[in-house]
């Protein structure tokens, strides 16, 4: 419902919380996405909150727990670590059902569903298609996310398992999914290893970067470039054929269906255990699609 | 002594409070050009904040400043050192991380050109350190090594760098407030002798001291101050040396 | 207080009613008033926000920076500053998910996080004072850095599950609605109350911030006093990480990222200055929940994420702004009070 | 200088082979020892350190944070300190890309960049002079968190594409394998030069900093120096902005998160005091290449993501530690010199 | 003078260096039980250095210090204390922050129980304070309220409570480096009388002035000092004054 003028209007409106991890067009996206939702169902009003940065456990916990204290009926959640378990705990004591979207928490059993991306199966899916483009015994450097957060680490992981020996790894540092990072990491691989044939990014924004830093060493379209999560900048650049892919997930079907699932758990209504939302190579052929 | 001429500064009905402290009741000065006139009193008798008003660190809450006759406003350190006043401060007031010379123009550094901002000119630095050098050097202040801060420098040479600053801007006034305080004999001397060459080229000279021997060889008058009030004058010397104590400590001392 | 009112009751005049006395007593609360304004606002924009429950919220999410925040006054009082209470925590928080992988002893866990915040206290301490760093901003800023790359390197950057119970029950469990870490905070501002107010020891951190110099030549063992405190601020992230890793059941490399920013802020708030020797225990605290409220109040508010650094931001300053103010006024009613004498 | 020598020239006596003197000397260049040490070892241990592109490169990462120093130094100097440049940084090139998205106007982006910069400084400046706040970390605490909500308001979180050509130019072009953000440094640092050693405000950015109320008394104009170091750290950071923009090709509120502590951390390498008056426009600019360089090094030899962290925290400190015992040389060598005259 | 007994503090062949400046270059110094001596010399002359090696702030590089005939050893200001020699620095060395009760006990908290180690001991404030305001009452210092923090205060009355707190824990020795630099007749006055009750008490005292008047009424013997070295010994007396000047200053001055 619209919820300005609903939200007090008793006990057929059911509340129920979205949290997403940080203010980035991902999560915007996925926002969005639920805002239509609640604004086309007036028997459900949604609360929303949002942490500060990728890794920002205290901050989603401290909206959890205000969750809970307003009485919603479900959350669901972006996790930023499997930390924050313990305060969804907490919810399901409550009798609050909780539904995970984007990414799960291994090994927890208090959710209703997850709606997910498989983030390793995505990193699968780059290594798979970036082994066929390079040439065996060629170099490439992989752009890390921030360390320590498991979906940005296992979108490397899942990319080192399937992509295999096909090329030496000669550098691999961290960004922060940081632009500025991304550039200046790349600039220094490409000075130290002017051959290498790829670079893979763990995230969008370094990729951004690193596409400038390729641009000035006068590589472009000789570096394959793959980023992670086709954002809207990237798939500028795949259009323009700067970049050669991306791994896209799918934001706004994360939200709406996420949220028709914890709706539909409040109620009672059974639901399925994994809602995948998929991941896909977006490349030059299909970025229409995407854009 | 008697002056045709009007006091080269003059403060009439000077009052200050400083939230319910009257550090100042109707407090009436002057001071002539050629004369030194000591300013006594004991610890919080309101020395300090007098010529705090004189020199445009405290603005005067009530009272009229007169300078050769002509009623002035001193407002800020700026409009006091317009009018040709010159202080040196209890504390100094120097600057530690600068040198000499930056000392000595601090705030009114020699730059140019003229039709650019204050901020904005270029300082002539030789200039500036070549005058210091001189300055310095005629007072005899034994200064190793001029372009050292002026933090490294003993007790000695930092009040005589204050002094010699105050001495070669002043124009009319010059104030000093306990200006041997930290000073041996020697230093003490030195200054003492700075202070009757000023008077001699004409300046008039107003020196807070609790050193009585100082007071006796070098003030032509003697203005006492006992809780924010002017209690007594007298021309300072070794005979009425008892009478001006009494006159610092009151009746109850 | 007792003790100097015996000695000095002789000397005072009896009682009687005073209004300058009793405007000073109630301004002096200071920062204080701060807090009880924020919490009515809150209240009043919010009808959750004075239930039980949402106290309990405040009170465990907070607790992490009050205990920070009780330390780092102690070395903001020496003059000191101390950035790497975060990365310290999240080390902490590391080691003890290790120790916990290889023993499920409850004791030892909280003991080796506790250990290794004092180690990285006592570094920062050590290296301060025996090399005669100009200012603790660049060691501590250090091991910043230091410290969170181990914590990295140790749990080879993913975060750890599982927590021994008396974990999970320090940082997670509550008596009703209270939160055991909300005692905890309580216990910790006790014995900072004792320290600084009763204990020769606190006497000397006091010393050693108003004059240095002084203190040395007063026979003040200052070089053990400044370490100390950076240790008792190591300790603090040690105690941190206990409670951090009891709410989320593990221990993960990105804890207490930007933690510094707030514990500085909770302390400079609660009325302390970078210039040393002042500073109280309660003001700390009173910091620490300020922040505590207003973030909060903002997520039951449902404050836009973008909006909520900016009212952060915007209420800080206005919460110091209020205290130069209540200062200036204390200062004039004191002026009254001593002129009535 | 030059002017000085004349003047002094007659009581100096005439030049012989003066070795404390030349000792001295070399140990003035201070900081700069530090650099030529870790240039020596990042050359040495990576054969494409030294390389022209690689030199290039160097430069290029490091404008932003030289940028900010110089006037982070400016604003140390002074006894303050600026924990805004960052975001900063983002606000203005978030408000630089929207400017772009209605007027391809290369100029006007960077007028409203630079502008911004300095309307944040501006405010910075103001609140804390005429606020009495107790010390500018709070402001600028509080700016920091309502630039970066702002960057995120305006672009609705978004990184926003695109710059015009002179801001892409300045931020990504180069001459040869110079830089030309490298040229904008040089240009910058010789500004601050002439302005910290031979305009008047520079001498009164060091009175203020020297002493602040001798310096009022001095009829220093001391609350407009204040409020003008904290303009020009903002200005920088508008400078910073548009060289991140144009590197980077659009504006994201993201940008220089945590630039602060690396510019701090800059010119406290550089031999700033915290306690101000100290402090040169040469050493600042070591500091951000010393870090530039460390960083630089590190990518090039493929160091573990996880060590990164552990050695700039132990670099940082080990270059300071080595100023402190090269600073207690210095005055060695200074005692030896007095005692030959 | 004739003393029987040893003196109360004596160094010989007192020698300290400062990289290359030779601060103290052999002096000689002795003080008796109940005897006044003064130490004199200008600006430099190596005074401070002397009594900083006698109060453990700094470390002598030669020489041997006796107290009341045995050897001892002060290398820092606890054994300074702990023989009983106590200092009034000439910044005075007091906590701004702290009260007057923190101020006299800093360093020497009164606390327990004993075994505890010492910074863990809770402090008996109410025994620290009584004795501090007893002590501030006798000496006549008007202190308004002796909770206030002491940077409060005025110059007059912080140096009262330098001394003071020197005053009440000397047990053999009491150091005063320019006691009076700051104070009005007044305050000079009530430091002068609690010099010379200290003494009647039994106290060795050294104090260094620039005041000669002060010197000559009270010390009953004076020590001059010239660049670190020791030149002359004197009673001083108004008679002899020009002299005790001439030797302070040298023979160029
Ligand atoms: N800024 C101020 N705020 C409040 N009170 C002040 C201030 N300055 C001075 N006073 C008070 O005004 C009175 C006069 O002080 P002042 O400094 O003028 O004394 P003084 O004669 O110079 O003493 P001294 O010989 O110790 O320097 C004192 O009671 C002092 O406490
Ligand atoms: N810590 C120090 N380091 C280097 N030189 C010092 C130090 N302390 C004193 N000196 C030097 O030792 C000499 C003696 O200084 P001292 O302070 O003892 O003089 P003083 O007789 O007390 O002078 P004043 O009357 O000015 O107080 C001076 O030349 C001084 O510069
Ligand atoms: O897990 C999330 C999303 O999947 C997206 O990639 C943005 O950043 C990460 O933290
Ligand atoms: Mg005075
Ligand atoms: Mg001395």
């Given at each position: 419902g619209d919820d300005s003028n609903t939200s007090n209007a008793g006990s057929s409106v059911l509340k129920v919380g979205l949290i997403t991890k940080f203010p980035v067009d991902f999560y915007d996206t996925m926002v969005d996405a639920v805002k239509k939702y609640d604004a086309e169902h007036a028997d459900v009003e949604v609360i929303y909150g949002q942490g500060k940065s990728g890794t920002d456990d205290e901050g989603v916990i401290a909206i959890i727990e205000n969750m809970i204290t307003q009485n919603v009926k479900a959350i669901a959640v972006t996790p930023?670590?499997?930390?924050?378990s313990a305060a969804l705990d907490e919810a399901v004591a409550a009798g609050i059902k909780v539904v995970l979207i984007d990414n799960d928490i291994p090994g927890w059993t208090g959710k209703s569903s997850l709606v997910a991306t498989d983030n390793l199966a995505g990193g699968k899916l780059a290594g798979t298609w970036l082994a066929e483009k390079v040439p065996a015994g060629s170099k490439i450097a992989l752009l890390q996310g921030r360390l320590g957060n498991p979906s940005l680490d296992d979108r490397i992981k899942g990319f080192k398992e399937t992509f295999g020996s096909k090329a030496t790894v000669v550098a691999e540092p961290a960004t922060d999914c940081d632009q500025t990072k991304g550039l200046n990491a790349a600039q220094d691989i490409l000075t130290a290893h002017p051959d290498v044939a790829a670079i893979y990014g763990a995230c969008g924004p370094p990729i951004i970067g690193a596409l400038e830093a390729v641009k000035a060493a006068g590589r472009t379209g000789n570096v394959v470039v793959v980023g992670f999560d086709a954002a809207p900048d990237e798939l500028t650049a795949i259009t323009a054929g700067d970049q050669a892919a991306s791994v896209a997930q799918f934001p706004a079907k994360m939200g709406s269906l996420g949220i028709e699932t914890a709706v539909k758990a409040a109620r009672g209504e059974t639901v399925e255990s994994v809602v995948d939302t998929g991941t896909e190579m977006v490349t030059k052929e299909n970025v229409a699609r995407f854009s | 002594m008697n002056h045709p001429t009007p006091p080269a500064l003059a403060v009439t009905g000077a009052t200050k409070r400083f939230g319910a402290v009257l550090a100042l009741d109707g407090v009436d000065l002057a001071v002539h050009h050629g004369e030194v006139l000591a300013l006594l009193g004991d610890n919080g008798a309101g020395k300090s904040t007098l010529i705090g008003c004189l020199s445009g660190v405290h603005k005067l809450d009530g009272g009229a400043i007169h300078m050769d006759g002509e009623p002035v406003e001193i407002t800020s350190p700026t409009t006091a050192r317009a009018h040709g006043i010159e202080t040196v401060y209890q504390d100094l007031a120097?600057?530690?991380?600068?040198d000499p010379a930056a000392n000595f123009y601090a705030g009114r550094e020699v730059a140019g050109p003229r039709w650019l901002p204050r901020g904005l000119r270029y300082m002539r630095r030789g200039a500036m350190a070549g005058v210091t050098a001189e300055v310095l050097s005629r007072l005899q202040v034994?200064?190793?090594?001029?372009?050292?801060?002026?933090?490294?420098?003993?007790g000695g040479q930092r009040q005589a760098i204050a002094v010699a600053r105050a001495a070669t801007f002043a124009s009319r006034v010059v104030i000093l407030d306990e200006p041997t305080a930290a000073l041996g004999v020697r230093e003490s001397r030195r200054v003492l002798e700075l202070i009757r060459r000023l008077r001699d080229e004409g300046r008039a000279i107003i020196v807070i001291s609790h050193a009585m021997d100082h007071v006796i060889e070098m003030a032509d008058r003697a203005m006492i101050m006992r809780r924010g009030r002017k209690v007594g004058e007298v021309i300072p010397h070794a005979d009425n040396r008892e009478r001006i104590v009494s006159l610092i400590v009151g009746g109850d001392g | 207080m007792a003790d100097t009112d015996n000695v000095l009751a002789a000397r005072r005049p009896p009682w009687r009613f005073d209004a300058p006395q009793l405007a000073l007593t109630t301004i002096r609360i200071g920062p204080g008033l701060m807090l009880v304004a924020v919490v009515i606002a809150a209240a009043s924009l919010s009808p959750v926000f004075l239930t039980p429950r949402n106290i309990g919220n405040v009170l465990s999410q907070s607790a992490v920076i009050a205990v920070l925040a009780l330390a780092q006054l102690l070395v903001i009082i020496t003059r000191g500053i101390d950035l790497s209470v975060g990365s310290t925590l999240a080390l902490s928080a590391v080691v003890g998910a290790l120790v916990f992988s290889s023993t499920p002893s409850g004791p030892l866990v909280v003991l080796a996080m506790l250990a290794t915040g004092a180690l990285v206290g006592a570094v920062n301490g050590t290296v301060f004072v025996w090399g005669r760093l100009p200012h603790p901003f660049i060691v501590t800023l250090a091991t910043l850095s230091i410290a969170r790359g181990l914590a990295l390197w140790l749990s080879g950057g993913q975060p750890l599950q599982g927590m021994p119970q008396i974990v999970r029950d320090i940082g997670g469990g509550s008596l009703g609605w209270f939160p055991y870490s909300g005692f905890l905070v309580a216990g910790l501002a006790l014995l900072g109350l004792l320290l600084t107010t009763r204990l020769v020891w606190g006497r000397w951190i006091y010393a050693v911030g108003g004059n240095p110099d002084g203190a040395r030549r007063a026979a003040v063992p200052v070089n053990r006093v400044v370490i100390s405190v950076y240790v008792l601020s190591g300790l603090a992230a040690g105690i941190g990480a206990v409670i951090t890793s009891g709410r989320l059941n593990g221990g993960s490399p990105t804890f207490g990222e930007l933690a510094e920013l707030d514990t500085i802020a909770a302390v400079v708030i609660g009325g302390a200055s970078f210039l040393g020797g002042r500073g109280t225990i309660a003001n700390a605290l009173v910091g620490a929940l300020m922040i505590g409220v207003i973030r909060n109040g903002m997520n039951l508010l449902n404050v836009d994420a973008f909006l909520q650094p900016i009212v952060i931001g915007a209420v800080i300053v206005l919460a110091v702004e209020l205290d130069v103010v209540r200062g200036r006024v204390e200062q004039r009613l004191r002026v009254m009070k001593a002129a009535q004498t």
């Open positions: 930023t670590s499997p930390n924050v | 120097l600057f530690d991380n600068l034994g200064i190793p090594d001029t372009r050292a801060s002026v933090g490294l420098m003993s | -």
